[in-house]
């Protein structure tokens, strides 16, 4: 884990331990890093790097504060505006650009931001080059066989431009719109757009494959992004989809790569049943390449019990979409996630997205003619209880011998009928203690043992 990007890019609070300096400088680097590449390998064409962002009010700061940097060390700056954390990838990889940057906190409140990067394939970028962004931010930089106090910027015609690049986005619409392979024209479909970035996007896609589209919590005030919205707030939905007799409704976070399910009875489909759905579709098609599904460690003990009753095996990664399509790209898996709503369907992106998951849920129900309650009977979900005990030190905490007894205890005791999973928050001081059990009175005596052995030998704040 990097001292500011964790599994999941440069997150904190706007202006607190994320600035607008750190954003000029992360473009400062973007944009000297990807030009001298360039220039070493015989083109004299600037570095091309294209933003987007959700609608946080900060995410203009950040912007602006990015397209400096970038243009300053000579890069041009590509602007999608307001978009979804996808179609970024997605413009990145089929366009031909250097590298993306998107900027959003995800699910975080409006106060948070964050800065996401993704390189040339698309993809997460990879460690070794944040490792180079991060030390340049702390003043201790050496690439390229020498030690950098600052970096040159640009002079003359080698500064750089900025470029209006909306197009890249309704490109990025009309692929989705491309890859449905059925009309929704009779299907009710309920969107909660989180007042995030599938607020412009979501429903010209399922407008134009036909659905009749009802949408909520799609006029964001910058302020407004996740708050009683989206997949963290899916009881909002769930109500509306039982108010309006609705189909269908799919709930998305604040930048659309995730994407979380209500069903027309109001049950919620969670990245488990996704995952279960669609991997069962695949597996009937003969698609399910490898007869593999991805999972992370945190996802449903239902999930694994559901697939071996199916035939189906699973691989387990940790927790992070980012870790998910690593294993995907390595063994050449096609289907992957999270429990949290990250579904990656590597032959279609590269990333989680949100809306691609919609329309391929979408397709399932058309194609089986039925309703999304039935396709997801098979899955029997285990009770989960997950408490975040906040810490001094993640690691002594958890490697704390008597936190590891009381840790193999409850496992000895759960045996085959459950489990328990003990880990560090990515981006918190926190420790994770989650139970799965045949109960949830058992989960909670569980989780209380853990949380209480922690507590007892000092290590919470």
Known sequence: MGKYFGTDGFRGEANVNLTADHAY???????????????????????????????????????????????????????????????????????????????????????????????????????STIELVEAYLDGVLEVFGRRWEELPLAKRDRIGRTVDHIAGRNRYIGYLISLGMYSFKGKKVGLDCANGSAWNVAKSVFDALGAKTYVINADPDGYNINTNAGSTHIEVLQKFVLENGLDVGFAYDGDADRCLCVDEKGNIITGDHILYIYGKYMKERGKLLHNTVVTTVMSNFGLYKAFDELGIDYAKTAVGDKYVYEYMTQTGCRLGGEQSGHIIFSKYAST???????????????????????????????????????????????????????VAQIAQKLGDTGR???????????????????SEDICREYVDHVVNTIRHKGHCV
């Not at 590449?37 to 009010?57: L, S, Y």
């Not at 001081?429 to 799965?436: H, L, Q, S």
């Open 25 to 127: 400088k992360v473009g400062r680097f973007l944009g000297w890093y990807y030009s001298q590449i360039k220039h070493m390998n015989g083109e004299d064409e600037p570095a091309r790097i294209v933003i987007g962002k959700d609608t946080r009010r900060s995410s203009y700061m950040f912007e602006y504060n990015l397209v400096g940097g970038l243009v300053a060390s000579g890069a041009d700056a590509y602007l999608l505006h307001v978009t979804t954390t996808p179609s970024v990838a997605y413009v990145v990889r089929t366009e031909g650009f250097d590298c993306g940057i998107m900027i959003s906190a995800s699910h975080n409140p409006y106060y948070d931001n964050g800065i996401k990067l993704i390189n040339g394939a698309g993809e997460k970028m990879e460690e």
């Open 420 to 438: 328990i999973l003990v880990r560090e928050s990515g981006t918190e001081p926190v420790i994770r203690v989650m139970v799965e059990a045949e």
């Open 352 to 406: 989680g997205d949100g809306i691609l998951t919609s329309l391929k849920l979408m397709e399932v129900m058309m194609a089986k003619k039925t309703t999304m309650s039935q396709l997801a009977q098979g899955l029997s979900v285990y009770p989960q209880v997950l408490k975040n005990v906040r810490v001094t030190d993640k690691a002594v905490a958890q490697a704390d011998e008597d936190v590891q007894a009381a």
